[in-house]
């Protein structure tokens, strides 16, 4: 709000007034839901057609077309959020590139033309062009989903979502999409091996993210008061406590018990309810930590 204006310098005085209630609703829980997933995809394919290129072969149109599909679902929730979705245009018009939402804006674009040459390639049966091209499509992926974990991490008062945890979370969070989403698109067409080489994926993500968040819950009221009291909203008989242990099970603890399981019982129904269940828990867990700092009044 402006405060005053100074008729000498023209300059403008304003008021840094907080924002009350919920700023990033649920909008972009699917916006980095989708994002993950759209990714995630495209490095399980450039891992898999090195370490499983015969069984992996026949997945390059169908990723191609989910990471597609997916992207677009990220930039289409991405824009409805924004305050003035029909001014997106000036993103690209008057461009400032030490903003990190144009830099985003950019990578993501650029990230969705390349997997519409993708496409074309895998159309066209271009086996050799795609692969190249597939090395730089994944090399975009990496900025494209660390984006939001920056764009985070700028928010003032807002402790919890610090950009190494956020920027681990946000690799972690794709590789387990992307891994349990590449167990259900792929069904048939891999080998036996390259599924166990996804579960061993999608179980480590599992467990590595596990950790991470734990490790925020025990040890994070000890760096800063700010975070102790957002924490209270999942301890407790907190706001989203339940929430929050449920995403926990459901995104990693269960998936990591069915996949040791499927190894054991080389059972493939049960690798696919763990890719069900961590892309489902996924969600849960990325509303619930996008949503408790902001719950926490700024006054």
Known sequence: MVHETLAATNAVVT????????????????????????????????MLLRMHPESAKSLRLSTAIVAFIFINIFLLFTLADLHQPFRMWHIFVHSHLTSSITVG?????????????????????NDEAYDK????????????????????????????????????????????????????????????????????????????????????YIFGPMKAEEVAAVLDYVKGDGQYTVMFWLGQWIAYLLP??????????????????AAILALVGLA???????????LLPMS
């Open 15 to 46: 008021l840094d007034v907080a924002l009350p209630g919920i700023v990033w609703p649920w909008l972009v829980t699917v916006n980095m839901w989708a994002k993950s997933i759209g990714t995630g995809v495209i490095f399980m394919l450039f």
């Open 105 to 125: 804006a950019w990578m993501a674009t650029i990230f969705l033309g390349l997997l519409t040459l993708l496409m074309f390639f895998a159309w066209k049966k």
């Open 133 to 216: 091209l597939l090395l730089w499509v994944a090399i975009l992926a990496i900025p494209v989903t660390l984006y939001t974990a920056a764009l985070m991490a700028q928010c003032t008062a807002r402790e919890l979502w610090q950009m190494p945890t956020e920027a681990a979370q946000m690799i972690l969070a794709a590789l387990l999409a992307g891994s349990a989403t590449m167990i259900l698109l792929g069904g048939d067409k891999l080998s036996s091996e390259a599924k166990n080489t996804l579960g061993v994926v999608l179980g480590l993500s599992a467990l590595m993210a596990f950790i991470i968040y734990m490790s925020e």
């Open 256 to 273: 990591m018990l069915l996949i040791l399981l499927s190894r054991v019982s080389k059972s493939e129904s049960i690798l696919k309810l």
């Open 284 to 294: 849960m867990v990325k509303h619930v930590w996008l949503m408790i700092p902001q």
